[in-house]
């Protein structure tokens, strides 16, 4: 169809004119684009960055809410802090190397022991252990979509370090990053300074909490970003601050928040007994019964009771109640469905029903497990990292850990990071796949520790301190097949394949 600018243009450019047309009808040929189409179309032309400085703080406040006021929500973070950090925290095994590619196992343990000192009071404050801040941090991160921390490093003037180690994070909730300053010509948006190149160069942060009612306060400093962890769930390329992954679904929560409320008001004035008496011919009324100073007339009413006070022509009825409603438990489950499936958690968690079968109990579980590990990995790209490479560094620096001559400078921070794993659903048969897997060569036993989120050099030290001392005093069990395959001969070598490797070739005695 052609429009205004078409017909004027169509004398003196038809091949324009049909270029047009032909562009249009090629756009339209999408059906979701057509001019006649019966969907509501809504978009998102913004950036990212925009899209949040609009709505990021609404989206926080109202998430911060729901985690106080919805059990759903408070639910959801707690599974979800307990799938992706744990109650240990992100477990790190330090993997240094020699320059043949040897792992150093004492300093390993001496860089393990140095990490749990650390761990004990990690914080500025002091108050809280590093698992307690991590879950801290990863539920602040998850439900406001950032967090950030102050790496505080040195010599401070006024502050003494809670460990031998002069390194500590001041955390900060992301209200201190003021979505609404910018200074175009000094590279700030959103509180972040950056360069032509989208390099940041530090943050400009409040000194003091905005929501602590001292406005007057309310003066920034800068922090230089080699200084400052910032860890943000983001969703878009190019977006600079994070966004609550309740995003997508805080109006159905809300909606089941309030719906839920109107079903428990039902519910209780159903629970109020209430009886009315159905009256006949007015001419036989009389005024039996009770009657209140008001002359309301009552009828007391008791468990057992026999009730004959009726006047000729009454009759008593119920006034019933069809709530709660019979349809409000699959109304309920098919919203938390929808809502585990926008918050990457799993359903039967979420909403605590463990009803399904046990191939769908486990099909459920690898699939939300994914959802755990990528946050996971995200929070340990993001903070765990940084923080164990910044505190080991200054580490070294004032002596507190020695380097061996014989490490290798490139594999110092080497470490593999240990969160909370998938729990077997069936132990029997996990073992077992695991016990085939291993001697097929398809896995180590290192791998089938972290599956279990054991620390494999710990394990293995501990298995050999328990089997020497039952050797030591005679005590046999399963855990050690020397006693199964040398029964009856205390000098047996263990090494040994029990057989005689005599040239005669027959068996041992």
């Known amino acids: 169809m052609k429009n205004i600018i078409d017909r004027i243009i169509e004398p003196f450019a038809p091949g324009t004119v049909v270029q047009r047309l032909a562009a249009r009808q090629a756009i339209q040929a999408y059906e979701a684009a057509r001019p006649d189409r019966n969907h509501r179309a809504h978009r998102e032309s913004r950036s990212g960055d925009l899209a949040v400085q609009l709505a990021g703080k609404s989206l926080r406040e109202q998430a911060r809410f729901l985690d106080e006021n919805h059990d759903l929500v408070t639910g959801i973070f707690d599974r979800l802090e307990e799938r992706v950090i744990g109650a240990n925290g992100i477990g790190i095994e330090p993997m240094p190397m020699d320059a043949e590619g040897n792992r150093l196992e004492e300093f390993a343990a001496e860089l393990k022991d140095w990490w749990a000192e650390w761990s004990l009071a990690p914080e500025t404050s002091g108050e809280l252990t590093r698992p307690q801040m991590e879950r801290l941090v990863c539920r602040t991160w998850l439900r406001?979509?950032?967090?950030?921390?102050?790496?505080?490093?040195?010599?401070?003037?006024?502050?003494?370090?809670?460990?031998?180690?002069?390194?500590?994070?001041?955390?900060?909730?992301?209200?201190?990053?003021?979505?609404?300053?910018?200074?175009?010509?000094?590279?700030?948006?959103?509180?972040?300074?950056?360069?032509?190149?989208?390099?940041?160069?530090?943050?400009?942060?409040?000194?003091?909490?905005?929501?602590?009612m001292r406005a007057w306060q309310m003066a920034t400093k800068f922090v230089p970003a080699e200084s400052m962890i910032h860890i943000a769930h983001r969703?878009?390329?190019?977006?600079?601050?994070?966004?609550?992954?309740?995003?997508?679904?805080?109006?159905?929560?809300?909606?089941?928040?309030?719906?839920?409320?109107?079903?428990?008001?039902?519910?209780?004035?159903?629970?109020?007994?209430?009886?009315?008496?159905?009256?006949?011919?007015?001419?036989?009324?009389?005024?039996?019964?009770?009657?209140?100073?008001?002359?309301?007339?009552?009828?007391?009413?008791?468990?057992?009771?026999?009730?004959?006070?009726?006047?000729?022509?009454?009759?008593?009825?119920?006034?019933?109640?069809?709530?709660?409603?019979?349809?409000?438990?699959?109304?309920?489950?098919?919203?938390?469905?929808?809502?585990?499936?926008?918050?990457?958690?799993?359903?039967?968690?979420?909403?605590?029903?463990?009803?399904?079968?046990?191939?769908?109990?486990?099909?459920?579980?690898?699939?939300?497990?994914?959802?755990?590990?990528?946050?996971?990995?995200?929070?340990?790209?993001?903070?765990?990292?940084?923080?164990?490479?910044?505190?080991?560094?200054?580490?070294?620096?004032?002596?507190?850990?020695?380097?061996?001559?014989?490490?290798?400078?490139?594999?110092?921070?080497?470490?593999?990071?240990?969160?909370?794993?998938?729990?077997?659903?069936?132990?029997?048969?996990?073992?077992?796949?695991?016990?085939?897997?291993?001697?097929?060569?398809?896995?180590?036993?290192?791998?089938?520790?972290?599956?279990?989120?054991?620390n494999p050099q710990e394990l293995k030290r501990n298995r050999e301190a328990e089997i020497q001392r039952n050797r030591e005093a005679g005590l046999v069990y399963s855990s050690d097949p020397f006693h199964e395959y040398y029964a009856g001969d205390s000098h047996a070598d263990p090494a040994s394949d029990g057989t005689d490797s005599g040239a005669d070739g027959e068996d041992a005695d």
């Open 235 to 454: 969703k878009r390329l190019g977006q600079s601050r994070g966004i609550t992954i309740l995003h997508a679904v805080l109006k159905r929560l809300a909606d089941l928040k309030d719906y839920e409320e109107s079903e428990r008001v039902a519910a209780r004035l159903a629970a109020a007994l209430t009886m009315y008496i159905k009256k006949g011919d007015p001419a036989l009324f009389g005024t039996g019964g009770q009657q209140t100073a008001s002359g309301n007339r009552t009828i007391p009413v008791a468990p057992g009771m026999v009730f004959d006070g009726l006047q000729p022509g009454e009759d008593v009825g119920m006034i019933e109640s069809n709530r709660p409603s019979s349809l409000l438990e699959g109304f309920r489950s098919s919203m938390i469905r929808a809502v585990a499936a926008g918050t990457r958690s799993g359903y039967s968690t979420t909403n605590r029903d463990y009803n399904g079968t046990y191939s769908a109990q486990r099909q459920e579980l690898v699939e939300a497990q994914l959802g755990y590990d990528l946050l996971q990995g995200e929070f340990i790209d993001q903070w765990a990292r940084p923080v164990y490479r910044n505190a080991l560094r200054m580490a070294i620096a004032t002596g507190r850990i020695r380097l061996p001559r014989e490490l290798d400078r490139r594999t110092l921070n080497n470490a593999f990071y240990l969160g909370p794993v998938m729990p077997w659903i069936n132990p029997v048969h996990e073992a077992q796949a695991w016990k085939e897997t291993i001697r097929a060569g398809g896995a180590d036993e290192a791998e089938m520790a972290r599956a279990r989120g054991r």
């Open 144 to 212: 406001d979509g950032e967090a950030l921390a102050q790496q505080v490093q040195g010599r401070v003037p006024t502050f003494r370090y809670p460990t031998e180690t002069p390194f500590a994070l001041e955390l900060l909730e992301p209200d201190y990053l003021p979505l609404e300053y910018d200074d175009p010509a000094n590279g700030v948006y959103q509180g972040i300074e950056r360069n032509t190149w989208r390099q940041i160069r530090g943050y400009h942060v409040y000194k003091s909490h905005p929501g602590d």
